[in-house]
């Protein structure tokens, strides 16, 4: 388990994204060159530094004196850029540790991207790194860039062709084409970006490590992070944190979610991609968005540059067409974000702006009407400005031409978002049209499908950063991850696959409840057993009970609706003769009570190797797995969590009362994963698995109980 | 029901899309007013016939000779723009009719959509033309374009700022805005549209008339259908069929499935928005792709104009980043588009082309040294080429610049697809790596995203087509609705809400296969019934049977599991007692025997007023509405439907056997549904809806029972 660990020296990072000299070795004169590149955007993009071309074969490189080594300088540089390949790059890497270098990018591929060999070199590579007091980003990266400082230690073609500008957005990938895409469109859409991070291999200072750095800028507003795998979830958590504590915001694209994805990503940086569902937690329980592609990636961009309250993601659409309300209000519906019902005061007003035939509702048509009077839109979008329910508006234009007044409605647009400080986004499917808004900072997207989306994620995002930080307030635990690495609470619990009776022994004495139960080795033992665990004719069940047979029904081990000391004892014979037959030492029946819940669920736990214990809660029984109706909590959570993830559950209204079923016992399932999520917790590292299906849920008040459990340890 | 009329005669679509002659009533010399508009419009666009401007304040309109009425004219016109506003405008449509003006567009708004009033004014106002001959698009209709001829009888201001071309796609809509969205966001990608066709409040020549009219064309390759009501299925589905004999495709945006999007298409346009899932089915049934936003509606445009092959839609994923890679992989996955799982032949051939590090797997990874190999790339081309599994291709492009000969690459990718006619798409998020792909025709995305949508979109609705197709022909009713507008089969089957028996009773007689059962007045009838249907001991259940208490378990009138004759004379008696205190005139109970299936299914039936009776198929039980996993299908259809739709519930696996379930008897599952759709056709418009939950199915081959059932007719 990562532990996490003191923030980067901050002088490693200021070599680094503002250094005051910087070497590269293996310059080229030609700028079209991987080792020419960066001497040509140092000097371009404003770099006030000393710029060391290192080259043995040259006195000038792009018009600065060039060296043959470091040695011929008189200084170390703070930074320096490794752009020669394979056994050199390594060979210099030794140079630039011993000359006092702060910090270096290595360029060079051939690493652990190829192999176990690879591997041995790059931790080679960082050995020697370290032995000098030197960190390094790569190897196999493109590289940094700084366009504040005019750093770029970095050789993509892109800054060629689209070109940079400082602005407050931070992009920081594991991948050298995913940190320069996202690039491309906040470019082409006018935005800045300040700093550009792509980091290869991650043998040393790692994406989340610069993700840290960069979030540390207090200039930058919003922090977009490309990951094929999670290098240090501490450090990812600690970034999200700094980022949060002045309302930046973290979006993460993790990538290797689907079968053939992660194989990809194997091969593509070696990382193993992790559990899918277990990462979705993580990220939401540190206030992160996950962005499911790259064009979500950037799409609410200028919304969290702008920062304005979302408060409840409540949203007004408005339009002169009537068909873009009834789109917006399909796609709103679709994707959950509610539409504002106007405050009566509201519609009142508006129906004085309004002609007769437009109507005062959400969405609002204000119909081609818009056109003749010039004062109709800042009078209907002032009425919504006095309506604190309107927390969001989404204008629709999906034409203009001669007779509209672009220009008008785009500063009245602004002069709203001034007036109010509330979200505002347009779509209008012609460039001119974005164009007039564009000027005004008003965001704008091609289609109502991408204005709703930019939207819903902003306004969700806030909800979920808000939420990290109150659970940040509330952890007295202060670890980001939980203490995943505490020490197994109960060594004695055995280990491998433990049979039933010993499962819900083990989660029984950690408060998940469980169904009383007696161990028998004859079958007289069950009878009395029956006897006392069920009063009069009260049904019990039997079962074979050995942790070699896990599929007790397969094998006609479980025996239910047992009633009288004869089906008992007749029920205790048939398992133990079978269990002797299969080969089980010493057999046994578990013997208890008949208990019928109102409802099963199910409960369980998976681990994951970075993020520890994943809360799996369903609704149970034998078709758990097809229904696929669960929710995931990464351990440790409280009831409040508990509850709200139950809630989200397909089967919730059950909660409630459903039909002529009472409501159910919320309270006891939440306590059940609560005290099931404290149980993986406290087994540390030695817990596997868990499966409880079926837990019974009874009535409200009436609790919870655990019949059938395995538990799994190493 | 609607009946499928004959197709609008020929003469007036010539008249409205290719006519000789247009008068323009209410013409203005100002190119910026309605009634400027189209004059504007057919001067500049290259219109051949003659332009009559109607204005009796005018000589010269727009540099056309202008005549003060229609009577100043020596002949007709074939096509009239009245664009004049309230009662003049059907005082110009009298006048029309009267001259044999063959068909107008209707511009004025206030008429339908405004309320009762207005519906009158548009019923005259329709009748007026009818009394002459004469045809109208609207009122309320922005209006028709054909910009091969140059007949623009239509006011949008789109047209002068952003200029037509001719080209194989036709758009109708509606609504004004949403046609000229899509024209927009087409032609700014360099495509080509023949018709653009608003038709407004449909009061005559509707949507779906002008749709038929333009899939006519055989030159058009795609038509785009907008729809906020589905005012003509059966003219809908002609179009698609039309369409589709020639290979040309119909992509549908039905809007206002939503709640609130549903009540804003009532205001927009006072048409009730339909059964969503009716008309999901609907479509589908005929090969016609839903599109969920305007983004959609447009995207896979250029595959349908190129017509390639898509197979069974498997495809290969190559780029020079491994990042793209597992994108387009998770994106692939999440979307159900199939990645090739390339052929041994091809791995070998790709091996011996791709450098040590690049890996000859589907996402293909070429890696940076696609920038020293100028042959790199079309030799991994040619390798797929040769792989007959390849359906489709996706080249993803996150960078480019100096090294990068995106001209060479744009002409491998344009070989690729003349050499073997499959689908190829590009996406890169640099717009001029873009226009050089686009310059040779390749289709490009800016987004991995949007290219694997489009690839999707286009397979799964060319293999839709094929089952539209295949089903056609297999069709021998010819009916593009079936026979839902048939006689009641079974007038005696009673009125309102059925009781249990009667159900039950009724759903047997077509076939459904149902629980015996028999009908009892008085608990000795009980058990002797009892006696009979359940030999020995077998288990039966007596319930309470009244249609005025169709809530049977809320009263405690359902008895499950009873053995012997006491059991059942007891709840016999309490049934009967409870039912006349609840006032039910002459009480009687059900008796049947108790039936225990595998698993417990659901069939329902709802019947859409204008798509008839669509039959739901789901996993049954109390909890139906809340797992909500279900399917439907709009009858009629055949056993193969069925089993396909079954096939898809998220409970399909166990018709495979699961875990130790044996598997369950699909056939009699997808009889049943089957059975109870042929009921529902032969209830013709008597039937409300039917419930039969559960339905349980057992184990292959034993079959299917009903064991209870609401039927409700008119």
Chains 1, 2 share one sequence.
């Not at 935005?191 to 989340?208: F, I, K």
């Not at 920062?307 to 002169?320: E, K, Q």
């Not at 049209?433 to 995002?461: K, N, S």
């Not at 491998?496 to 022994?505: K, N, T």
């Amino acid at each position: 388990m990562p532990i996490l660990s003191a923030a980067v020296n901050a002088s490693i990072i200021d070599a680094l994204l503002r250094p005051r000299s910087v070497a590269v070795i293996g310059a080229s004169d030609n700028p079209n060159k991987v080792g020419g590149r960066p001497v040509h955007y140092l000097s371009r993009y404003g770099f006030a530094g000393r710029i060391y071309p290192i080259n043995p074969g040259r006195d000038e490189i792009q018009g600065h004196r060039a060296y043959p080594s470091l040695d011929a300088l008189d200084t170390a540089p703070d930074a320096a850029v490794i752009a020669v390949a394979g056994d050199a790059a390594l060979e210099q890497v030794r140079r630039c540790a011993a000359a006092g270098v702060r910090a270096a990018v290595v360029m060079a591929s051939g690493f652990a991207e190829t192999g176990d060999a690879g591997r041995r070199r790059q931790d080679e590579l960082v050995a020697a790194a370290h032995a000098g007091g030197m960190r390094i980003v790569g190897p196999n990266a493109q590289g940094t860039a700084n366009f504040a400082s005019g750093a770029v230690l970095n050789f993509s073609t892109m800054f060629m062709e689209v070109a940079p500008a400082d602005g407050p957005i931070a992009i920081v990938s594991q991948s050298g084409a995913a940190s320069v895409m996202p690039y491309a469109l906040l470019r082409q859409a006018g935005l800045g970006v300040r700093y550009l991070v792509a980091t290869g291999n991650d043998a040393d200072l790692d994406a989340c490590a610069m993700a840290e750095a960069v979030a540390a800028d207090e200039a930058v507003r919003l922090v977009l992070i490309y990951l094929e795998s999670l290098s240090d979830p501490a450090r990812l958590a600690a970034a999200a944190a700094i980022a949060r504590r002045r309302g930046a915001a973290v979006v993460v694209l993790k990538s290797g979610g689907s079968k053939r994805g992660a194989a990809a990503a194997a091969s593509h940086t070696g990382a193993m991609v992790g559990n899918d569902a277990a990462i979705d937690a993580f990220l939401a329980r540190h206030g992160i968005w996950r962005a499911p592609d790259i064009a979500a990636f950037v799409r609410a961009a200028p919304l969290y540059l702008q920062g304005h309250d979302p408060g409840l993601g409540r949203t007004v659409v408005i339009s002169h067409s009537g068909a873009v309300g009834v789109m917006a209000a399909d796609l709103a519906e679709r994707a959950g974000l509610p539409l504002t019902d106007l405050a009566p005061a509201t519609q009142d007003a508006l129906a004085q702006v309004l002609p007769d035939f437009g109507t005062a509702a959400n969405p609002l048509d204000m119909t081609a009407a818009l056109l003749g009077q010039g004062d109709l839109f800042p009078r209907a979008l002032g009425a919504l400005g006095s309506d604190p329910g309107a927390n969001m508006v989404m204008i629709g234009i999906p034409v203009a031409g001669p007779g509209y007044d672009v220009e008008a409605l785009a500063g009245d647009a602004a002069g709203f978002v001034d007036a109010h400080a509330r979200p505002l986004v347009v779509s209008a499917p012609q460039a001119s049209v974005r164009a007039a808004f564009d000027r005004r900072g008003v965001p704008t997207y091609v289609t109502e499908a991408d204005a709703i989306a930019a939207l819903h994620q902003y306004a969700m995002h806030r909800r979920l950063m808000e939420a990290a930080a109150r659970a940040e307030g509330a952890d007295a635990r202060g670890n980001a991850l939980g203490n995943v690495a505490g020490h197994p609470a109960d060594a004695g619990a055995g280990t491998g696959l433990l049979d039933e009776y010993a499962s819900l022994s083990l989660l029984g004495r950690y408060g998940v409840p469980v169904v009383p139960q007696r161990l028998c080795e004859t079958p007289e033992q069950a009878v009395q057993a029956a006897a006392a665990l069920a009063a009069g004719d009260a049904p019990v069940v039997v079962k074979g009970c050995a942790a070699s047979v896990p599929h007790k029904s397969e094998h006609g081990l479980v025996h239910l609706r047992l009633a009288g000391a004869a089906q008992v004892r007749a029920a205790a014979s048939a398992c133990l003769g079978k269990l002797a037959e299969l080969g089980v030492d010493g057999p046994r029946v578990l013997v208890a009570p008949m208990v019928k819940g109102t409802h099963e669920f199910a409960l369980g736990v998976t681990v994951d190797p970075q993020l520890g214990p994943l809360v799996m809660i369903g609704d149970g029984g034998t078709l758990l797995e097809l229904r696929q109706d669960i929710v995931t909590l990464l351990a440790p959570f409280d009831l409040a969590a508990a509850r709200e993830a139950c809630r989200r559950l397909r089967v919730a209204p059950l909660f409630d009362g459903y039909r002529d079923m009472p409501p159910l016992d919320l309270d006891a399932l939440a306590d059940a994963a609560v005290a099931l999520g404290e149980f993986a917790m406290a087994c540390g590292g030695t817990l596997m698995s868990v499966d409880i299906n079926p837990l019974m849920v009874m009535p409200a008040g009436q609790g919870a109980m655990a019949v059938d459990a395995v538990v799994e340890m190493r």
